[in-house]
């Protein structure tokens, strides 16, 4: 796969990552010797700047410098991020991030450009299957079964997120709120059962509601606050979203997924798009996104050996996991995570 990252080489320099990060930069890194710097006169020229997310490059870094941004993957923990939860995966990208619709990514030249091989189609197409019937999702929080209303016809999922995400800012189009994505759902879909659910940050307190988000309830006929996700995507028909990874997951269920913004997953004939992206004209397969998504573009870490190891084990890892796990979100961290978020 020409477009995933090389192993990094030379001097590389870490800018703006907390202290809690830093120990995951080195091991998704695979390098020891990255430096951790507060300032763009102690990056080397043409040395490789590692970067979180879609920060902004600064000003005044030597001319060569290779840029690489690191990011949460797909299939992340059992726990919110949001609540300090340690991560399995990460993403590498030295092109841009893959939720910034306004320039290309790695995974978008993947899904674009790539060639996939017959054996990975098939890896891709077992951990698919092997996923969706563990019921794994991003963050794998436990929760109670939701139960479809009897004798629905058409019932449709919409999805809440943080607004102030950076997914929203780069991702999004037209509709940039919660209530403005379920105003359309509602005038889109005027005869469904509409359920909406709050993104899981904002449920744990760990991030703020969005605008006028308290008067869901007038626009949907259902507000799920508390149940899973998994079972909540296998039960309905459709998914409406502007840029949240649950229509990534509602799509590995093969379900009805529409896009009011512009997601990694969009624009490549798997779902129903509001807009379009001129970049984006390849029809891909279901098995090719997610031999992009989850097989060539993360990088996962064992929870065991702190090594980087396949897909597959980080999704056994993650199953071990859930079964350990304490039900519930420790929301005890919600105090310590101001501060260890500046350490």
């Excluded at 690191?70 to 949001?82: I, K, P, Q």
């Excluded at 077992?126 to 436990?142: C, D």
């Excluded at 759902?185 to 993104?199: C, G, I, L, M, Q």
């Excluded at 980087?308 to 919600?334: F, H, N, T, V």
Aim: charged fraction near 25%.
């Amino acid at each position: 796969m020409p477009y995933a990252l090389e192993p990094l080489s030379g001097s590389v320099a870490a800018l703006g990552f907390s202290w809690r990060k830093r120990a995951l930069v080195r091991r998704f890194a695979e390098r020891a010797d990255i430096r951790f710097v507060s300032s763009v006169r102690a990056i080397e020229p043409g040395s490789t700047l590692l970067l979180w997310g879609s920060a902004s490059v600064p000003s005044g870094v030597p001319e060569g410098i290779k840029v690489v941004r690191m990011e949460d993957g797909f299939l992340r923990s059992v726990g919110l991020g949001a609540d300090l939860t340690t991560p399995v995966s990460w993403v590498m990208d030295g092109i841009g991030i893959y939720y910034d619709a306004t320039r290309p990514s790695g995974l978008e030249q993947m899904l674009q450009h790539g060639q996939f091989a017959k054996a990975q189609l098939h890896r891709a197409a077992a951990l698919r299957e092997r996923l969706v019937q563990a019921g794994l999702t991003k963050y794998n929080l436990a929760a109670p079964a939701w139960v479809r209303p009897a004798g629905r016809r058409n019932v449709v999922l919409v999805v809440g997120q943080v607004e102030s995400d950076a997914s929203i800012a780069l991702g999004a189009v037209d509709i940039r709120t919660n209530m403005g994505l379920l105003r359309a759902v509602r005038e889109a879909r005027p005869d469904a059962w509409v359920v909406y659910k709050p993104h899981p940050d904002v449920v744990a307190g760990l991030r703020s509601l969005g605008e006028n988000e308290t008067r869901a309830g007038d626009l949907c006929d259902e507000v799920l606050t508390d149940g899973s996700m998994h079972e909540l995507l296998m039960q309905v028909d459709e998914v409406h979203v502007m840029t949240s990874l649950t229509g990534f997951e509602a799509l590995l269920r093969r379900k009805t997924v529409v896009c009011y913004g512009m997601p990694f997953y969009a624009g490549f004939g798997l779902t129903e798009d509001r807009h379009s992206l001129r970049r984006r004209t390849r029809v891909a397969t279901l098995d090719e996104l997610v031999c992009a998504a989850l097989l060539e573009y993360p990088v996962y870490l064992s929870r065991t050996t702190r090594r980087r190891c396949s897909p597959e084990q980080a999704l056994q890892e993650l199953l071990d996991w859930r079964r350990r796990s304490p039900q519930g979100i420790a929301r005890w961290r919600k105090w310590l995570r101001p501060l260890l978020a500046r350490r």
